[in-house]
């Protein structure tokens, strides 16, 4: 059975429904399954037959939206689906690095490498100090201004998420997402208040919703850097309950170029009076992000 299969199976059972009853819940859900049965239901749960992927988005984000995730069986079968993500995103990466890492020379062949949070990490300091020197390096001058002491004090509130990649204390990658105020996020991706001057009073305690603002991404090759993406995707997920919404504001003419393969729609644009660079505000819900149809073509 594919993972489709086992989740459809697993949610009607436990909430003790019908195939009847299940057919009647999509169908008020959304138009979508005006036309499923009994019949379908049936064979997209013996795998007979593999819902397309309109319908697949919407029986996820069915799913999603009506408990799913709160049983242990369906989690850890939707965890597994993007914990074997990084080997597709692996090879798009490599077709479309660029778009990834910017200008930075592709280091290969480098193997045997770590993930670790930076929140607690003994040499976070240090590395902090790599990634304030590559976010200078991959903007316009003079424009990225968050020092590594802020930077690090950042990093170190609960709700952060900040990892990186590393080999022998040499820098391979680091993925850091803040959990803003839904408010500050939207100031941030309409460019009506700067992204530098972020403080930890516009961060989010763990348990409380708000927009996750990816501030840095970067890996030294395709494979870490799809592995760093797994990683994210993994805790939007474990963390869903308190998330609203994805956002990314970035400052590179091709920030967009595949932001939107993956659910995340742009919102605002322009250009920067004081640096004179073009800018692009990027905004969706997390529910589009994790159940993007390029995502779920590639692990569902």
Not at 111 to 139: P, Q, T
Not at 142 to 148: A, D, G, I, L, Q
Not at 164 to 183: A, M, P, S, T, Y
């Amino acid at each position: 059975m594919n993972s489709i299969s086992r989740l459809l199976v697993i949610y009607r059972k436990n909430l003790k429904l019908t195939q009847k009853q299940l057919v009647l819940k999509l169908s008020c859900f959304d138009d979508e399954f005006k036309g499923v049965n009994t019949v379908t239901i049936s064979r997209w749960e013996t795998d007979t037959t593999t819902p397309n992927l309109s319908k697949k988005h919407k029986l996820m984000s069915f799913l999603f939206k009506n408990g799913c995730l709160k049983n242990s069986d369906c989690r850890e079968i939707i965890r597994g689906c993007y914990k074997n993500l990084h080997t597709p995103l692996h090879q798009i990466f490599s077709k479309n690095y660029q778009y990834i890492i910017g200008n930075f020379p592709e280091q290969k062949g480098v193997s045997n490498y770590n993930f670790f949070s930076l929140n607690g990490f003994e040499f976070a300091r240090e590395y902090i100090e790599h990634i304030v020197d590559i976010e200078k390096a991959s903007n316009v001058e003079n424009y990225y201004t968050t020092s590594t002491k802020e930077l690090y004090d950042l990093t170190l509130q609960n709700s952060t998420f900040s990892v990186i990649c590393e080999r022998k204390k040499q820098h391979l990658g680091h993925f850091i997402v803040f959990k803003l105020k839904n408010d500050v996020a939207e100031d941030i991706a309409y460019h009506r208040r700067s992204e530098m001057s972020i403080t930890k009073e516009d961060i989010c305690p763990t348990y409380e919703r708000g927009t996750y603002y990816i501030h840095a991404m970067y890996g030294r090759n395709p494979k870490i850097a799809a592995q760093l993406n797994v990683k994210a995707y993994l805790h939007f997920l474990d963390n869903i309950e308190y998330i609203d919404n994805i956002m990314i504001f970035s400052s590179r003419k091709d920030g967009t170029n595949i932001s939107k393969d993956y659910g995340i729609k742009l919102v605002a644009k322009g250009i920067d009076e004081t640096y004179n660079f073009e800018w692009n505000g990027m905004l969706s819900p997390v529910e589009d992000i994790l159940l993007s149809y390029t995502v779920l073509k590639l692990s569902f």
